[in-house]
């Protein structure tokens, strides 16, 4: 079985939020004072969540990221990261996390079947990620990026791009790939919070890949068919690549894949989707058929791109670590 929307486009990746939850508080993903506490009741339990997993590879969905909030601070984690790797058809498990609590979990994660992490880091500069994260410690993410590659992970580290904040830190991450396999992906900022200053912080990717050429010769790589949106690169020589995503200057939506589900449960085609679907209570009843029908609606009513530009305020505004991003 499969899901295919009305664009042909066949759906191969969900994004599964565990929690909304976060040990830092980076300004484009939440505000400072963190975000209304859920309790256990309104977000899914591991139980639900393996029945959202297991129907979603049921129809077709190959690659699960488990995303927040923070991942890692959920209990009981690595026991549920077990069961998902073991879903017949799963051809990939992967995870996004800030890292901090991976020097004490890396080992755990790649034995539950974890294929690859992201690991967000704005800044290599300890001041100025103290400022991003609102007091998080940049020695407390690299310690967990050296744990993480030491045990073998495939490394890739997201970098949220923002005009006069770390966007002179380009060159300095894109040189990490030149001794090391990783991947740096440079993200586009996105107005997923209520800055009124969104606009002044953006840059473009291909302002961010000029940067790199005027340095570097770049050599476009191919993308992998479960792979996310980027558009990869290697500079001439390097060991590992670079990336770049552009949700805002150059929509990526004639190739998605994606679906999400939050932790609370609702499905959504797309980040930026105005309409969403609630499985709470298809998951209470256990009824796969329900849960189904509500994958397959989602599926055909995803809009073919996003209308969000820079040079449009939102319609309306979300945190982004309550959706999963």
Not at 134 to 146: A, E, H, S, V
Request: hydrophobic share 40%.
């Amino acid at each position: 079985m499969n899901m295919t929307d009305p664009f042909g486009r066949k759906i191969k990746y969900l994004r599964l939020s565990v929690t909304d939850r976060c040990n830092l508080r980076c300004n484009y993903c939440m505000p400072a004072t963190g975000v209304p506490k859920l309790t256990h009741q309104d977000i899914l339990s591991y139980e639900e969540l393996h029945q959202v997993a297991g129907t979603a590879v049921a129809l077709g969905v190959e690659k699960i990221r488990i995303t927040g909030g923070e991942p890692l601070i959920r209990k009981g984690l690595i026991h549920f990261l077990n069961q998902l790797s073991g879903l017949p058809g799963l051809k990939e498990l992967t995870l996004t996390t800030n890292g901090v609590l991976l020097p004490g979990m890396a080992e755990e994660l790649k034995e539950a079947g974890v294929k690859r992490l992201n690991i967000s880091i704005d800044s290599l500069t300890a001041n100025k990620f103290s400022d991003i994260t609102r007091g998080g410690k940049l020695k407390n993410t690299l310690r967990g990026i050296d744990a993480a590659e030491r045990v073998g992970f495939a490394i890739k580290l997201n970098m949220v791009v923002m005009r006069g904040i770390n966007d002179n830190e380009i060159l300095d991450f894109a040189n990490l790939t030149m001794k090391k396999n990783y991947t740096v992906r440079f993200i586009e900022y996105m107005p997923s919070t209520a800055q009124s200053e969104y606009n002044s912080l953006a840059i473009s990717g291909k302002e961010i890949i000029d940067i790199v050429t005027n340095r570097h010769s770049l050599i476009p790589m191919p993308r992998n068919v479960l792979s996310g949106p980027a558009q990869n690169f290697k500079i001439a020589g390097a060991v590992g690549s670079l990336g770049i995503i552009t949700p805002m200057s150059n929509h990526f939506c004639a190739d998605c894949n994606r679906i999400r589900v939050t932790s609370t449960g609702m499905l959504r085609g797309c980040l930026f989707a105005k309409q969403e679907f609630d499985l709470k209570p298809a998951l209470q009843t256990v009824n796969r058929f329900e849960l189904e029908k509500a994958f397959y609606q989602c599926v055909n009513l995803k809009n073919e791109k996003h209308q969000l530009t820079w040079h449009e305020k939102p319609q309306a505004q979300f945190q982004m670590s309550q959706i999963g991003g």
